[in-house]
């Protein structure tokens, strides 16, 4: 079965710096790979999709990797800001489903 | 606006007991997941449904079943609730190889 690794430690920076997450996955090379962020008590909310012939994507201040040879997705938020603190998920295309990462606790501290 | 809405954010049962979680979207999407949410464990899929009639068994089905008789509303069912079921439940609708929609989530404690 697939399984994902996401630090299950915090991870705590300071304002304005790059916060950077790992996902890393094994037995399966999947078609894309999700990653999401989730607020406490509520429900995650997509943020990018990246596919496995696309080594990198960007939205506003995210950035994703991906390196299949790797099996690992690298999740980067520039110029962090306090409001980016929240657990963000990586999810991996499973054949007709998507596989969730425990996620990864990211505190921005000002 | 996309919205998938979940019948209740908290709910308390009690072991044995009968219980209905409820999620409806308003996208017409075929694809429609619940999943359980629990700390440490990321979440994990119960059941998933990709037409009306039609249901496929995830990860963890054990003590659930599903139904969907219309395309927006996708119910999850805990036959007989016991206290290992105390978690968080997500539902969530797609169409196709795209985002998951997600619902606010309901937090159920089963005592």
């Known amino acids: 079965s697939q399984k994902i690794e996401q630090n299950s430690e915090a991870l705590n920076i300071q304002e304005g710096k790059t916060a950077t997450l790992t996902c890393n996955y094994t037995?399966?090379?999947?078609?894309?790979l999700q990653w999401y962020r989730q607020d406490p008590g509520r429900g995650p909310v997509f943020l990018l999709l990246?596919?496995?012939?696309?080594k990198e994507k960007r939205k506003e201040r995210l950035k994703v990797t991906f390196d299949t040879t790797l099996k690992q997705s690298l999740f980067h938020i520039t110029a962090s800001q306090p409001a980016d603190s929240a657990t963000y998920l990586c999810a991996l295309e499973y054949g007709n489903k998507l596989v969730f990462g425990a996620g990864t606790i990211l505190r921005v501290k000002s | 606006d996309v919205k998938v809405t979940q019948s209740s954010r908290y709910l308390v049962k009690r072991t044995g007991e009968k219980v209905f979680l409820e999620c409806v979207q308003d996208?017409?999407?075929?694809?429609m997941f619940w999943y359980r949410q629990d700390p440490g464990l990321g979440l994990r899929l119960i059941y998933f449904s990709y037409d009306v009639k039609m249901k496929e068994k995830g990860d963890i089905p054990e003590g659930y079943s599903v139904s969907r008789e219309k395309k927006e509303r996708f119910s999850l069912i805990l036959e007989s609730a016991s206290t290992n079921q105390t978690s968080m439940y997500l539902c969530?609708?797609?169409?196709?190889?795209?985002?998951?929609?997600f619902g606010p989530g309901t937090r159920l404690t089963v005592t």
């Open positions: 996208m017409d999407h075929e694809n």
């Open positions: 990246i596919r496995e012939n696309e």
């Open positions: 037995n399966y090379s999947p078609a894309y």
């Open positions: 969530a609708s797609t169409a196709g190889e795209n985002e998951q929609y």
